[in-house]
């Protein structure tokens, strides 16, 4: 531990043990470029300063959901991610609505993350613009979230659609998802970020954990007395 107790120097990082106190949440393990074995550290040591909430660690290979799972970690595949410690009990109910299958992994991590950060997640998946009848199928359900997180990639449309039809707030999450002129999600960004819909807001590239954070932030505000 160092000498100031906010903080917890392994020698190849400074953990923000003080995050939980100033912010309400504790701080996210950004897992890529990181080791397995510091995938393992980090999230352990988080643990040791706040067991009553789970730790979450984002962008995970193979390898480091192996040693986060060796420390007691729970892996989560499709949102390659892994959680350490319990998931605490939810307050407002945040919607997490996906384009099609291929934005599931990102769609995983704005919903895991949702749920780390104290509000329910409920997944509606593949209601892509492409089949505008597979959204309005689902209508009714909007009307029953706090807050809807809104993932697609291509175009970036659906955003757009969902804001039209909804009075509650709506994140964008654009993914890196298309082909070639989608730029790797820049032609989605833009196009969420134009958007002609009130009440759109737009998070980065394939930024789930972003919108996630955000949207349980919301609800928890909101529950306020």
Do not use: W
């Amino acid at each position: 531990m160092s000498d100031d107790d906010r903080t917890a120097d392994s020698g190849f990082a400074r953990v923000d043990l003080d995050r939980a106190a100033r912010t309400g949440d504790p701080e996210v393990v950004y897992g890529a470029g990181k080791t397995p074995e510091q995938v393992a550290s980090i999230p352990a040591t988080l643990h040791g300063r706040h067991p009553d909430r789970a730790v979450p660690a984002t962008r995970l290979s193979p390898e480091a959901m192996e040693a986060a799972a060796a420390v007691g970690a729970e892996v989560h595949p499709v949102a390659h991610a892994a959680t350490l410690g319990p998931i605490p009990s939810p307050r407002g109910r945040v919607g997490i609505i996906s384009a099609g299958t291929s934005d599931a992994s990102v769609a995983a991590e704005a919903a895991l993350t949702v749920s780390v950060h104290g509000a329910e997640a409920i997944e509606i998946r593949d209601v892509g613009v492409a089949g505008l009848h597979r959204l309005l199928a689902v209508r009714e359900r909007l009307d029953e979230m706090d807050v809807l997180i809104v993932v697609a990639g291509m175009e970036g449309a659906l955003p757009s659609v969902v804001g039209g039809l909804v009075g509650t707030p709506v994140i964008a999450v654009p993914t890196s998802v298309g082909y070639g002129a989608a730029f790797g999600g820049l032609a989605a960004l833009l196009g969420m970020l134009n958007s002609c819909a009130p009440g759109v807001t737009v998070v980065n590239i394939d930024n789930g954990c972003g919108a996630g954070v955000a949207a349980a932030r919301i609800c928890r505000v909101g529950a306020r007395p």
